[in-house]
């Protein structure tokens, strides 16, 4: 994921965000790039292999034509491939920098949902952004390989998350049969919001936390129970 930040004439500097480099991004353009790559291995065996023999009669504008397509169609692989390797490589070095509260808060709802999206990706998740009305909360619902589903509730707030909504964060687990909650907040958390949440299988992500620890901050799921047992806790 690339985050870039800017300076601006207006007081609150401005966070961009752009596409994130992801394993689920990269793994979809290793499988084309691969595709397409076998495409062209059979083009260059049939063409100069199998049915050389065939272009010998055709028009020499023909051969000069499918020549110069074929070596365009190798470099256009070859500086795509060239891409992908560097996406890998970003996706390796994750973050550059320090990113503020401030600059979290400046971000839209949707930028800030897809921000804290991305984060998810990085460490492994199936993430899907749900932040639509009617969705009775669940801003992100992410898997992991094991296929169990954690929901993520993303609150750009100013002031401090209290425990009815914590409350309302368990109840939406217990309704989506999720197996985790993660509360994801510009802002901080009440001292009664986390000990409601203590024993409960819950992570609450402060504006510090998240600012601090941007770039490796989101806890894999290990094997937890069903709503009502321990409280996952961010190393």
Known sequence: MIVRLSASARRQPAVIYNTPVTRQRITR????LSLLTGVFILWILWRYGLAADSFDSAPRWLIDILGLLTGAGLLTLIALWALLTWQMQELRRGFRGTVTVEQLYALSPQEFERFVAGLFER?????????????????????????????????RYRHAIGPDIVRELFGTMVHERAFHGFLVTTAGISESAR?????????????????????????????????????????
Do not use: F
């Open 195 to 235: 000990a409601w949440a203590a024993d409960k299988p819950m992570t609450l992500i402060d504006g510090p936390t998240l600012a601090r620890l941007s770039g490796d901050m989101i806890k894999p799921l290990h094997n937890q129970q069903a709503p009502s047992t321990k409280q996952a806790r961010l190393q």
């Open 123 to 155: 460490r492994g998740y199936v993430v899907e952004i749900r932040g639509r009305t009617g969705d009775l909360g669940v801003d992100l619902t992410v898997r992991q390989a094991n296929g169990r589903l954690a929901i993520v509730q993303c609150k």
């Open 29 to 32: 353009l290793t499988w084309l």
